[in-house]
């Protein structure tokens, strides 16, 4: 579990979509149903007895607010919270978990239910097995693993720039990875947006020495 979960912060890391902002989420697309953004606060340090715990919004929709509150009420507690953003748009039923209309009319396409969301969720927490160094590693001159995040659009643009400010990756990728029409373009965009990226360089530093270091 701690392995898991430790491996599992460090791709949330990577997953920010926005950083220093005072909540930060990532979007869950691992299953039929439309993507789902996910608010969620983690303790300074994850261990084995980190627990997890699933906030679920009511009927307003404020899955942030809620967060708020039991982070609040959490503060010294060793657990980490994760709520998750049902929107009217994409889960107009979710008061009835998507098995039927407002008005009591059972839903056919079952891809759509919610019964076992959390199941989903916390499996998709838990089970996320990679290391943080096979991110980078480039095979037979491939895509890595973190390029192949970033064009799935797992992991931001910001977070890209921000990992090559610390770590240098993109002057190995330029070297190993053979194809010469899709890194290229994305390295470029990335070279083009980053003096228009502002950030906090020493905590984003302290972060990642941090999670090299648990490994």
């Known amino acids: 579990?701690?392995?898991?979960?430790?491996?599992?912060?460090?791709?949330?890391?990577?997953?920010?979509?926005?950083?220093?902002?005072?909540?930060?989420?990532?979007?869950?697309?691992?299953?039929?149903?439309?993507?789902?953004?996910?608010?969620?606060?983690?303790?300074?340090?994850?261990?084995?007895n980190t627990k997890i715990l699933f906030i679920i919004h009511g009927n307003s929709?404020?899955?942030?607010?809620?967060?708020?509150?039991?982070?609040?009420?959490?503060?010294?507690e060793n657990v980490a919270l994760f709520a998750p953003h049902f929107t009217r748009n994409s889960f107009i039923s979710f008061n009835t978990l998507q098995m039927s209309t407002s008005n009591g009319v059972i839903r056919a396409d079952t891809n759509l239910y919610l019964n076992n969301s959390i199941d989903t969720l916390f499996e998709f927490i838990e089970e996320k097995g990679i290391k943080f160094d096979d991110?980078?590693?480039?095979?037979?001159?491939?895509h890595p693993p973190l390029v192949k995040l970033f064009l799935a659009s797992k992991i931001t643009l910001e977070t890209m720039i921000i990992l090559n400010d610390i770590l240098g990756y993109t002057k190995q990728f330029n070297k190993q990875i053979k194809e010469n029409v899709i890194w290229p373009k994305k390295y470029k965009l990335m070279m083009n947006y980053k003096p228009?990226?502002?950030?906090?360089?020493t905590k984003m530093k302290m972060i990642i020495k941090r999670k090299i270091n648990d490994r």
């Open 135 to 142: 991110l980078f590693k480039v095979k037979e001159g491939q």
């Open 1 to 48: 579990m701690k392995k898991q979960f430790v491996t599992c912060y460090a791709l949330i890391m990577l997953s920010l979509s926005t950083f220093g902002s005072n909540l930060e989420k990532f979007t869950f697309d691992s299953w039929a149903k439309p993507d789902l953004d996910i608010f969620y606060h983690l303790p300074e340090t994850v261990d084995e």
């Open 196 to 201: 228009f990226l502002r950030y906090n360089l």
């Open 61 to 76: 929709r404020n899955a942030d607010d809620y967060l708020k509150v039991w982070r609040n009420l959490t503060e010294d």
